[in-house]
């Protein structure tokens, strides 16, 4: 199609021999219209950041105009779902990724965050009609975070696809048809 982007696919292969994460190789992405959220918590900062570089990244690769991305920091991931209410609600944007990092320490505390904040990002974007990108890692170890971020050997920054994964629904969300993606 005239005016779109395929971007590349980011799927990695396992030993078992099939590719893990989300295959973009046949997506049409074209975010060149679109206003895109992001917000991120400072929890955690150097993975964080990692992972708001990647999702700026594959956002510029599909078209999303500089001047359409705000990106936003809160404390933590506890704070994450606040913050993408607000740049619904007074930045009008067509979807909104929030990047947290949240790693199991010795206490319950990690389960009740993860819980909460998984339900209030799936609430949000449930009521207010705007896709919102679940881009927290919730992981058992420092290492696994820093994989995830793309920040190890082998590692894969999660980032990358956030941000496409943003463009898709945002398109999807001001299609004037349903389905707009092809079934193949």
């Excluded at 500089?66 to 607000?86: C, H, Y």
């Excluded at 927290?136 to 170890?141: D, R």
């Excluded at 920054?157 to 092809?182: C, I, R, Y």
Aim: net charge positive; aromatic share 6%.
């Amino acid at each position: 199609q005239e005016g779109t982007h395929s971007v590349a696919n980011t799927h990695k292969s396992t030993m078992s021999g099939f590719k893990k994460g989300v295959d973009f190789s046949s997506a049409s992405l074209d975010g060149k219209n679109l206003k895109i959220g992001i917000v991120v918590a400072r929890w955690n900062s150097k993975i964080t950041d990692a992972l708001a570089e990647g999702c700026m990244k594959s956002l510029k690769e599909a078209k999303v105009q500089e001047g359409n991305i705000t990106l936003v920091r809160v404390a933590g991931s506890f704070e994450l779902p606040f913050g993408a209410k607000m740049l619904i609600e007074k930045n009008k944007v067509d979807a909104v990724i929030c990047i947290g990092t949240l790693i199991k320490g010795e206490t319950m505390h990690f389960e009740y965050i993860c819980e909460s904040v998984s339900r209030a990002i799936m609430n949000l974007g449930m009521s207010s009609g705007i896709p919102v990108i679940f881009g927290v890692l919730t992981c058992l170890s420092d290492e696994q975070a820093l994989a995830r971020a793309g920040l190890t050997k082998g590692g894969h920054n999660h980032g990358l696809d956030w941000g496409k994964t943003a463009v898709e629904m945002a398109s999807m969300k001001n299609a004037s048809s349903f389905p707009f993606l092809s079934s193949s």
